[in-house]
């Protein structure tokens, strides 16, 4: 077998556990945020962001909030576990439409670190994460199996 055949076999099963180690590690996260305290915090900015970088345009709605947690206060920045990009600027402005400046939301902050928060405690396209690390991990095992 070739070296360069060897090296996508152990290349495609690197990424693949990663995928997997990402996905179970997003699902422990959001788990454990299920029982993290929430208080009430404030949009101080909300806006739409262009990326023209690689094949196409991608979108993504921007947001930062205020909130405090016995007395001491913390912005935050993430709306959910993991940033969300979109193909279409109509369904980053959809999330946006949630979020107005100065609108009150409920922030989720883990106890333990009240200045990591978010807004919404999930993670999508974990089912995703985890196909394609499967897939990956299954060429790999096959190319090793062929060798």
């Not at 152990?10 to 995928?19: N, P, Q, T, Y």
């Not at 997003?26 to 929430?38: E, G, M, T």
């Not at 107005?100 to 994460?129: H, S």
Request: charged share 15%; aromatic share 10%.
């Amino acid at each position: 077998m070739s070296f360069e055949s060897t090296a996508a076999i152990i290349a495609s099963g690197l990424i693949g556990s990663v995928f997997i180690g990402r996905t179970l590690y997003l699902h422990a996260k959001v788990q454990a945020s299920r029982d993290w305290p929430h208080v009430i915090g404030k949009i101080t900015s909300a806006n739409l962001t262009e990326d023209s970088r690689g094949e196409g345009t991608s979108y993504e709605a921007k947001v930062q909030y205020e909130y405090a947690v016995n007395g001491v206060h913390f912005t935050g920045d993430r709306i959910g576990f993991t940033p969300q990009s979109y193909v279409r600027s109509n369904r980053a402005r959809q999330v946006l439409d949630m979020y107005r400046v100065n609108a009150a939301v409920t922030v989720y902050f883990d106890p333990a670190k009240p200045g990591q928060a978010v807004l919404e405690r999930e993670a999508p396209n974990m089912i995703l994460g985890l196909t394609a690390g499967i897939i990956l991990l299954a060429i790999a095992v096959a190319g090793y199996l062929n060798l």
